[in-house]
C-alpha cells in the first residue's frame, strides 16, 4: 500500500469563499412563500438565521471574505490532505490518476464542521443562546454540536430515527460535546406527533426532522436554527474543500477531468466541485463535475425540477429544485446523509443546465467500492463516501477502457468509524439492497401541489 500525500500549511487556508452564482449563466430561481406562493424577502428568513447568514444567501458577491475567527478555527484541522490512490489505481490497473481529499480528519470526522464554525459563529454575534438542528448520519449533528460547544451556545439535534438506532455512538458524540439528541419524528413537536399519528413505526427522514427542528427554533426568539446543506450559504462555506484542492494539485503538477462528491443536499458536491466548476464557466474548460446519489433516493437522476417544499410538513420556503417530493420516505440505507428528498437550488439549476452530471449507485455496489478502497488505501469511508468511491471506480474502468490517462479527483467527506455495523451488515452478506421503484416515485410527486417550472 502506497499514497502519495500533498499537504499545505496553514497559511494556505482559504482566506475567501467562493460563491457560484457570480458565475451561474442561469441564476437560480427565488425561493416562494408556502402560502402566497410569492417570492419571498429577507424578512421571513429572519426568525431562523441570523443577518450575515441571509445576506450570504441571497448575495451575487463572487468572493465573500472568511471572518478572521472562523479561519482560527479552522487551523484546528485544516488545510486537509490531498491524497494520490496509487494502491486504488494499481488495483483497478487503470491508466487513471485517482487523487481524493480526505475530510475525515476534522474533530466531527467529517467535512461538515465547515460550514457548522461560521454558521454558529455568525448565531453568536447577534446573541442567540441555542440552535435547532436536524441530522441524517450524524455528521451534520456532531459538527454543529462541536461548534455549539466551542461558542457556548446550547444545541438541540432531531436525528432521523434510523440513524439514531442504528448509529448510537453518533448520537454519544453530540452528548459529549453538550448537544440533546432526540430521535425524529419525536413527541416533542406538532409535526412529529402528526407523523406518529399516522405512522408510528416511521424511520423518519430529513424533511420530518427539518420540520422539528425549525418548529422548535419558532418558538422561542434566542433560538435560531441551522442547516447542513441545500441552501446557498451552506453550499458556498464548503467550497475551502476545492479551493485547497486547487494549490494542492497545482504541487502535483496535475488537474482534474473529472470531480466527484456524494451527493445529499448538495454541500459535499459543491464544496469540492464548485471551484472547480469555476474553471468551466471562467475559462471554457470540460471538466466533469458529478454528483454520486443512491439509488434508493435519486432525485436527480430520477426526479422533477419543480418547487417543492423543503420539509415534510410545510414550514421552509418552496425552493427550486429536483425533487422526489417533500413526503418521500427513503429506504433506511446506511447512508443516512443522502437520505433527502430534494436538491439544494443551485444545484438542481447547473443539473438542468447541463453543466454537471448525476449517477445513481445502488447500496451494495457502494460498500463494495468502500471495503476495496479500504484495503488498497487503508481509510474506512463513511457510507456516503462511498457513493463517490463506486463513481470513481466507474470512471476510472472507462479510463482504461478507451486508454486515456485521465485526472480524477473525488472527495472523502468522512470517515466510517462510526459505521462498523454497516459494514458488519456488509461482510456478513446481510446488508438489504434498496432501489426505488417509478410507482413509488409517481406516487409521492402526485402529492405535489407546488408550482410548476416552465
Known amino acids: 500500500m502506497t499514497q502519495k500525500k500533498y499537504l499545505l500549511a496553514e497559511t494556505d487556508v482559504p482566506e475567501q469563499w467562493y460563491n457560484i452564482v457570480a458565475d451561474m449563466p442561469n441564476k437560480p430561481l427565488p425561493p416562494l412563500h408556502p402560502a402566497t406562493r410569492e417570492p419571498i ?166 424533511g420530518i ?39 494542492q494539485l497545482e504541487q502535483a503538477g496535475d488537474f482534474p477531468d473529472i470531480v466527484v462528491a456524494p451527493f445529499g443536499g448538495g454541500s459535499n458536491f459543491a464544496g469540492i466541485g464548485f471551484p472547480f466548476l469555476r474553471y468551466n464557466l471562467e475559462e471554457g474548460r470540460q471538466i466533469r463535475c458529478i454528483a454520486a446519489e443512491p439509488a434508493s433516493c435519486p432525485k436527480l437522476t430520477r426526479g422533477v425540477f419543480r418547487y417543492d417544499l423543503g420539509d415534510t410538513v410545510g414550514m421552509t420556503p418552496l425552493l427550486p429544485m429536483y425533487t422526489l417530493g417533500h413526503n418521500f420516505i427513503p429506504a433506511p440505507i446506511h447512508a443516512g446523509g443522502l437520505r433527502y428528498h430534494g436538491a439544494g437550488a443551485i444545484v438542481s439549476q447547473l443539473l438542468r443546465d447541463g453543466l454537471i452530471e448525476a449517477q445513481a449507485y445502488n447500496q451494495l455496489q457502494c460498500f463494495d467500492a468502500g471495503v476495496q478502497f479500504a484495503r488498497t488505501e487503508g481509510i474506512i469511508p463513511a ?21 486515456k490517462a485521465k485526472t480524477i479527483l473525488f472527495n472523502l467527506c468522512g470517515h466510517g468509524h462510526f459505521d462498523m455495523a454497516a459494514y458488519e451488515q456488509y461482510l456478513s452478506g446481510q446488508l438489504v439492497e434498496h432501489e426505488v421503484t417509478q410507482a413509488e416515485i409517481l406516487a409521492s410527486l402526485a402529492e405535489l401541489d407546488t408550482p410548476l417550472i416552465a
Not at 427539518?210 to 464548503?238: C, F, P, R, W
Request: glycine share 8%; aromatic share 8%; with cysteine.
Open 383 to 403: 457510507p456516503e463516501a462511498n457513493h463517490a468511491i463506486a463513481a470513481v471506480i466507474r470512471e476510472a474502468r472507462q479510463a482504461k477502457e478507451e486508454g
Open 41 to 206: 424577502g429577507p424578512e421571513m428568513l429572519a426568525p431562523l438565521f441570523p443577518l450575515e447568514l441571509i445576506k450570504q444567501e441571497v448575495t451575487t458577491e463572487k468572493w465573500v471574505p472568511i471572518p478572521d475567527e472562523v479561519r482560527e478555527i479552522y487551523k484546528i484541522w485544516r488545510p486537509t490532505p490531498l491524497f494520490r490512490a496509487t494502491g486504488l489505481e494499481k488495483w483497478l490497473d487503470t491508466p487513471a490518476r485517482i487523487y481524493y481529499k480526505y475530510e475525515g480528519v476534522s474533530p466531527a470526522g467529517s467535512h461538515k464542521p465547515n460550514t457548522a464554525v461560521p454558521q454558529v459563529f455568525y448565531n453568536k454575534q447577534e446573541g442567540v443562546t441555542k440552535i435547532t438542528t436536524e441530522t441524517g448520519a450524524g455528521q451534520w449533528g456532531s459538527a454543529l454540536s462541536f461548534a455549539c460547544q466551542l461558542f457556548g451556545i446550547d444545541c438541540e439535534v432531531y436525528m432521523v430515527r434510523a440513524s439514531y438506532d442504528g448509529k448510537p455512538y453518533r448520537k454519544m458524540m453530540m452528548n459529549t460535546w453538550g448537544a440533546s439528541v432526540y430521535p425524529s419524528p419525536s413527541t416533542r413537536t406538532a409535526a412529529g406527533k402528526s407523523i406518529l399519528a399516522d405512522h408510528p413505526d416511521s424511520p423518519g427522514s430529513l
Open 209 to 247: 426532522a427539518i420540520s422539528e427542528a425549525v418548529e422548535m427554533a419558532l418558538h422561542d426568539e434566542q433560538t435560531k436554527y441551522a442547516l447542513g446543506s441545500v441552501l446557498n450559504h451552506v453550499l458556498m462555506h464548503q467550497t475551502v474543500i476545492g479551493l485547497e484542492c486547487v494549490k
